[in-house]
């Protein structure tokens, strides 16, 4: 049972474009939601994450927003530009607990020049 | 710092086989964690550890043991390597204590085929 549920699998949009990456949980005792980026060949690293009391977090050009009661959150990157080229995954865990992350299955995104 | 280290970076067993993944990291850091990464699957909890001389089982514990003898090391072990275990492997570590420091740093992965 996936207990994170991320889409798209795959995106694509242009450079400038602002692409939009959604996922939704169950557990409702979840209160840490971050997003990690990986490029090929490398770990994933920490982008930007967010707790349930507050409904948007911005980050440069990353901006995660949350909404508690459908139990869902997205990633949107503003301005994208190829070097955003990579896959992206969301994860939910609980606060106290963040080193027992529960992963989405992933978002390959490609920014075309 | 050298951060969250892995090796090796390859490896091809036979099944049947035994090996040990090791990670190593130097930012003193209490929790260490492993994850297997596999297409459409994300990533997935094996074991972790919240310090030395204490380990617990994650999603996916089964054919895999752990020990953490030193803060520093989290070595993880394929007792009987099975084709089911082929898969990226990703060693993170986690300082958790204060407020917004809660994140996972993860090493460059070691990619395991078993045959």
């Known amino acids: 049972q996936q207990q994170v549920k991320q889409s798209p699998q795959s995106l694509i949009v242009q450079k400038g474009g602002i692409p939009i990456i959604n996922c939704a949980y169950e557990?409702?005792?979840?209160?840490?939601f971050p997003w990690y980026q990986q490029f090929p060949g490398k770990g994933p690293a920490l982008l930007i994450a967010?707790?349930?009391?507050?409904s948007e977090k911005k980050e440069g050009r990353f901006t995660i927003s949350f909404n508690k009661s459908a139990k869902q959150f997205s990633l949107h990157i503003m301005d994208s530009q190829p070097g955003d080229s990579a896959t992206y995954f969301c994860?939910?865990?609980?606060?106290?607990?963040?080193?027992?992350?529960?992963f989405g299955t992933g978002t390959l995104l490609a920014v075309q020049p | 710092n050298a951060g969250v280290t892995q090796t090796p970076k390859f490896q091809v067993l036979k099944t049947g086989q035994s090996m040990t993944l090791q990670c190593a990291q130097d930012m003193n850091h209490e929790y260490m964690s492993w994850y297997r990464q596999d297409p459409g699957m994300g990533l997935r909890l094996i074991h972790y550890?919240?310090?030395?001389?204490?380990?617990d089982q994650g999603e996916v514990p089964n054919g895999y043991n752990v020990s953490r003898s030193t803060t520093e090391d989290f070595p993880l072990r394929l007792l009987s390597a099975a084709p089911s275990q082929t898969s990226v492997y990703f060693c993170?570590?986690?300082?958790?204590?204060?407020?917004?420091?809660?994140?996972?740093?993860f090493g460059p992965g070691t990619r395991l085929t078993v045959t």
């Open positions: 557990n409702t005792a979840f209160d840490y």
């Open positions: 550890s919240v310090g030395a001389g204490i380990t």
């Open positions: 967010i707790r349930p009391d507050v």
């Open positions: 993170a570590s986690s300082y958790t204590g204060l407020a917004g420091t809660d994140e996972q740093y």
């Open positions: 994860a939910a865990s609980i606060w106290g607990a963040t080193n027992k992350l529960i």
